[in-house]
């Protein structure tokens, strides 16, 4: 049996059922791969439980998530205390073969991933912001331990990071992509639905809702943000679309993707009540633009599209017997339209979103990497 250490940043929604998913498959995880996973920290926004020797206990894991599902902060957890230097329990809990798995939503995490890399250590992200920051550091947290000719590390490699989570939760997008890339195969065209929320919208609006009575319905449903500017706005789908751009090769920065959000910059600075009360003012752009599609054949859909005019994101008309098009509620899809895979596209499409779709997709990228050199 071989431990594999893992040091988990982030125990939000998608952490705490990341633990329970490890909990729960011990046995699977030692019958049928030798592997046992053993925890040695776990890190929240501005604290920490370390044991480095033997790792947490299950009974303690489990305590922790129900501290921190109850509003705890491991800072006033009695076997925890205050860090503000992640890179510190990353030097601190490290070991040989550790594995640091960043399931927050913050670029403060970048610093001790990359020093994880330069410790020889492996990174899986459920985290998309590392990789939608500067170049460079995309760059050097997908390449990391890949060399090429004369010890030059090559545009396409998986090093020892893996960021499958960071696209389409446990849907196989980044490790799909990565296989057509392996096989030569020209990808000419990446279509995607890559918000549950947004999604919801849009078969809504499709099914005859009004924009304003959709919305709202997302938002008492709990799909969207507290404040639903934070999915209209397309950020998100902007991040995922870029992910995958610098995936064919692109050398883009998020400024270059272009985003259409779902509400106009004058409503930007209302408060979310103003927000909310105003969104019938809406509605009657959105019922023309519906059927507008439908007058072409079509339907409307909140998407990103990578081709060679370049990356953008937003409501666009679709096919009705697309994939895009047959999309309804809450699923993501994603087609690749390639040289192999023309004129019907290769398409993904299932479950995008939740804690424990996206912990399954954390979870099977550790797996791999415990298997890597």
């Not at 899809?333 to 479950?351: A, K, N």
């Amino acid at each position: 049996m071989r431990d594999l250490p893992i040091i988990l940043l982030g125990i939000g929604g998608v952490g705490r059922c990341l633990l329970r998913q490890i909990m729960a498959q011990r046995a699977f995880h030692a019958l049928n791969y030798e592997v046992s996973l053993a925890v040695l920290a776990v890190a929240d926004r501005d604290g920490a439980v370390i044991e480095p020797d033997d790792g947490l206990s299950d009974d303690l894991l489990a305590e922790l998530c129900a501290f921190k599902e109850a509003g705890g902060r491991l800072a006033d957890h009695a076997l925890g205390g205050p860090q503000g230097d992640l890179t510190g329990i990353v030097d601190i809990a490290g070991r040989a073969g550790t594995i640091v798995v960043d399931c927050t939503a913050s670029t403060a995490t970048v610093p001790a991933l990359l020093y994880a890399l330069d410790q020889q250590y492996k990174v899986v992200l459920a985290n998309k912001k590392p990789l939608t920051l500067d170049q460079e550091v995309y760059d050097r947290l997908t390449t990391a331990g890949a060399t090429g000719r004369n010890g030059q590390a090559p545009v396409r490699h998986l090093g020892r990071a893996r960021w499958e989570a960071t696209v389409g939760a446990g849907l196989p997008v980044i490790a799909t992509l990565n296989r057509l890339m392996a096989s030569g195969d020209e990808i000419e065209r990446i279509a995607g639905a890559f918000s549950g929320t947004l999604g919801y919208v849009m078969s809504g609006l499709q099914a005859g809702e009004a924009f304003s009575a959709v919305v709202r319905a997302a938002h008492r449903l709990g799909y969207t943000e507290p404040d639903p500017r934070d999915d209209l706005g397309g950020v998100d789908v902007a991040r995922k679309a870029l992910i995958l751009a610098r995936g064919l090769g692109r050398r883009l920065d998020l400024e270059d993707v272009t985003v259409e959000g779902l509400y106009p910059a004058s409503m930007a600075p209302l408060t979310v009540d103003e927000f909310m009360a105003a969104l019938p003012d809406l509605d009657a752009n959105f019922a023309a633009r519906v059927a507008d599609a439908a007058a072409q054949g079509g339907v409307l859909r909140y998407a990103a599209v990578i081709d060679a005019a370049g990356c953008r994101v937003g409501p666009v008309v679709v096919p009705a017997n697309s994939p895009l098009g047959l999309l309804q509620g809450t699923d993501n899809l994603v087609s690749f339209s390639t040289r192999w895979y023309t004129p019907t596209p290769l398409v993904i499409q299932g479950r995008g979103a939740g804690g424990d779709a996206t912990a399954a997709g954390v979870l099977s990228d550790i797996m791999e990497l415990a298997f890597t050199a």
